[in-house]
T-cell receptor, first 110, second 114 residues
Framework: RKEVEQDPGPFNVPEGATVAFNCTYS??????FFWYRQDCRKEPKLLMS???SGNEDGRFTAQLNRASQYISLLIRDSKLSDSATYLC???????????FGGGTRVLVKP | DVKVTQSSRYLVKRTGEKVFLECVQD?????MFWYRQDPGLGLRLIYF???????EKGDIPEGYSVSREKKERFSLILESASTNQTSMYLC?????????????FGPGTRLTVL
C-alpha cells in the first residue's frame, strides 16, 4: 500500500462549479499535511498547509480527518486557471522529509 | 524572490555514461532534496541533505549518489546511466526550521537515457 494515495482523476469541472477530492495516508504518526499545486510542465508549488481544525484560503478549503487518515481539498467557484494537478503531501514524525501522493488532475472547462 | 535553479532543462545521455545534475538555491536554505517524477508514480525522494557534506538516502537511492560541498549547491550523480533512469528530476530546498517545511522546487531536468 502506498504511503499517500490519491485518485488520479481527471476531475472535469465546469467553470464556476465546486470540486472536492481526498487523499489518504497510511502512517498514523504523520505530523503535517500540505497541498501542492503543479501546473503542466512546471514545478510543484505550495498551495496551502492543512491544519487539524480545517482552514480556508480564498476559494480553497482544506480539511484533515485524523481518525480516518485522510485530507481533503475543496475548490469553490472554479476558475479556468485552477486546472492543474494537486499533490497531497505528508510529513512524517521526524525530519523534513515529505512524502508526495501521485496527484489528482483537475480540468476546469468553460 | 526565492529561486532554485537546475543546470539543464533537457539532457540526453547514453547508457553507461556518468551524469551530473546540478542544483543551486539562493535562499540560504539548510535542506536540499532530489526527487524523480514519473507518470503514475508521483514524486519519489532519491537523496536529501540537511547540511553541507551531509547526505541521507531517500526512498529510491539505488544507482544514484549526491554531493553537497557548499550550502547552496546539491549535485545528483548517476554513476552509470541506465534507461530506467529516464525521468524528470526535480531539486528542492527548504529552511532548516522543522516547523516550516515548505519546499521550493527548481524547474526540473528531463533526462533521457538512450
Amino acid at each position: 500500500r502506498k504511503e499517500v494515495e490519491q485518485d488520479p482523476g481527471p476531475f472535469n469541472v465546469p467553470e464556476g462549479a465546486t470540486v472536492a477530492f481526498n487523499c489518504t495516508y497510511s502512517n498514523s504518526a504523520s505530523q503535517s499535511f500540505f497541498w501542492y499545486r503543479q501546473d503542466c510542465r512546471k514545478e510543484p508549488k505550495l498551495l496551502m498547509s492543512v491544519y487539524s481544525s480545517g482552514n480556508e484560503d480564498g476559494r480553497f478549503t482544506a480539511q484533515l480527518n485524523r481518525a480516518s487518515q485522510y485530507i481533503s481539498l475543496l475548490i469553490r467557484d472554479s476558475k479556468l486557471s485552477d486546472s492543474a494537478t494537486y499533490l497531497c503531501v505528508v510529513r512524517q514524525a521526524a525530519g523534513n522529509k515529505l512524502t508526495f501522493g501521485g496527484g489528482t488532475r483537475v480540468l476546469v472547462k468553460p | 524572490d526565492v529561486k532554485v535553479t537546475q543546470s539543464s532543462r533537457y539532457l540526453v545521455k547514453r547508457t553507461g555514461e556518468k551524469v551530473f545534475l546540478e542544483c543551486v538555491q539562493d535562499m540560504d536554505h539548510e535542506n536540499m532534496f532530489w526527487y524523480r517524477q514519473d507518470p503514475g508514480l508521483g514524486l519519489r525522494l532519491i537523496y536529501f541533505s540537511y547540511d553541507v557534506k551531509m547526505k541521507e538516502k531517500g526512498d529510491i537511492p539505488e544507482g544514484y549518489s549526491v554531493s553537497r560541498e557548499k550550502k547552496e549547491r546539491f549535485s545528483l550523480i548517476l554513476e552509470s546511466a541506465s534507461t530506467n533512469q529516464t525521468s524528470m528530476y526535480l531539486c528542492a530546498s527548504s529552511r532548516g526550521d522543522r516547523s516550516y517545511n515548505e519546499q521550493f522546487f527548481g524547474p526540473g531536468t528531463r533526462l533521457t537515457v538512450l
